[in-house]
């Protein structure tokens, strides 16, 4: 892989970690609302939603850790995977005495 390749791929990364960080925000926003609503009200039903907003940003930075820690080595790998096939292919021409 390149390094213009990795880099227009850091940019991409870049921009949806970006478009997550504002999703992350967007979600604390509302848990804590909803929890200040659940604790003046007394609602369960309050807290419960809130709850599950707390998995959801919980899943968000999940994503965000793995568009930060994935290893551009790890894309190499699929690219070699891709090319074996030809190789394969030729191989069993070899094997089968075909041309």
């Known amino acids: 892989m390149n390094r213009y390749e990795i880099r227009d791929l850091k940019k991409s990364r870049d ?3 970006n478009n997550l960080s504002k999703l992350l925000k967007l979600l604390v926003a509302a848990e ?3 929890i200040t609503i659940a604790n003046e009200k007394n ?3 309050s807290y419960k939603a809130a709850k599950t907003i707390s ?3 919980k ?3 999940l994503s965000i850790s793995q568009l930060i820690l994935t290893d551009f080595s790890s894309i190499e790998k699929v690219r070699t995977n ?7 292919s030729s191989l069993k021409k070899v094997v089968l005495g075909k041309k």
């Open 55 to 57: 998995e959801a940003s």
């Open 43 to 45: 609602d369960n039903v």
């Open 15 to 17: 921009k949806q970690i």
């Open 59 to 61: 899943s968000v930075q």
């Open 82 to 88: 891709k090319s074996n096939p030809e190789s394969i």
């Open 32 to 34: 804590w609302e909803m």
